[in-house]
């Protein structure tokens, strides 16, 4: 006789319960391994990447099975607001989605329609075949499926700043995550997520998806920035990224050994090597 099993929690379900910002980490590397070795780190949310990294959902699945036994929530960004993406994503077991380049309520709306199945949405129906039901033995998963699932929608552009009340009051978006590098980009100041406008345009965010009594969260890799955000009420925060560390770390130890003459020497390695 097969286990009848529940679903797990989902991202709102962790923001519901906390008692402080939570605090995630981007994991990019497309590698089970570097998942799960970011699960145990302490994190309370995993950030698993597939707009800017090479994954798929082949690799997303195995990400998602190398973290299950770890007290820590994944969520997973399709690479693109797309209906048959979303749907391979939920299909293989996310449950907590963010949905990049939502500039508009109607992009958002499109987000909420993905994630539902009819009439309430344009979900299909596999659930028989897919991992998210765990091949139908989770009990009455068809009509318990919104429940399982969070909705977060990215908020990166300028136009999207000027909507996001709007955009955070669209019924089935359970909260907004805010990306300063692509804003930054569509202020015309790429690069410089520090500038005095695209804080004001992060800031002004916070403040519209918190009185929706919506969920909010920004990326920022930079502590004071991170904390900045923290203290003007975001619920959760990306403050890392594995690729990023290991870039970071490796040169820092590099630099330890290797003289910095060496340094011009092919594959910065001395002529002598």
């Given amino acids: 006789m097969p286990f009848r099993v529940n679903p797990d929690p989902s991202f709102r379900d962790a923001l519901a ?102 009439p309430l949405g344009v979900r299909g129906v596999g659930s028989a075949l897919a991992r998210s039901a765990r091949w139908n033995r989770i009990p009455g998963y068809l009509e318990r499926a919104s429940e399982t699932i969070t909705l977060i929608v990215q908020v990166e552009s300028a136009e999207a700043v000027a909507n996001a009340a709007d955009i955070a009051a669209v019924d089935g978006v359970h909260g907004v995550f805010i990306g300063p590098s692509d804003l930054a980009a569509s202020m015309g100041v790429i690069g410089k997520q520090e500038h005095p406008d695209v804080v004001a345009g992060v800031e002004s965010t916070i403040a519209a998806v918190k009185a929706a009594g919506k969920f909010v969260g920004v990326n920022a890799f930079g502590e004071a920035t991170a904390r900045r955000y923290m203290d003007a009420g975001v619920d959760f925060v990306g403050v890392g990224a594995d690729v990023a560390l290991l870039a970071r770390g490796t040169e820092a130890l590099a630099a330890t050994f290797v003289p910095a003459d060496a340094e011009a020497q092919p594959g910065g390695a001395p002529a002598s090597y």
Avoid at 27 to 52: Q, R, Y
Avoid at 89 to 109: C, K, N
């Fill in 17 to 118: 319960a906390a008692e402080r910002p939570l605090a995630g980490i981007w994991v990019c590397s497309a590698s089970p391994l570097v998942a799960e070795i970011c699960a145990g780190a302490g994190f309370d949310w995993l950030f698993i990447d597939a707009e800017h990294s090479p994954n798929s959902p082949e690799s997303v699945l195995a990400q998602l099975q190398a973290v299950r036994g770890y007290p820590v929530v994944p969520v997973v960004r399709p690479a693109v607001n797309d209906t048959v993406l979303i749907k391979q994503y939920l299909d293989i077991g996310a449950q907590s989605l963010i949905v990049p380049m939502v500039h508009t309520v109607a992009d958002a709306e499109a987000a909420v329609s993905a994630v539902r199945y009819p």
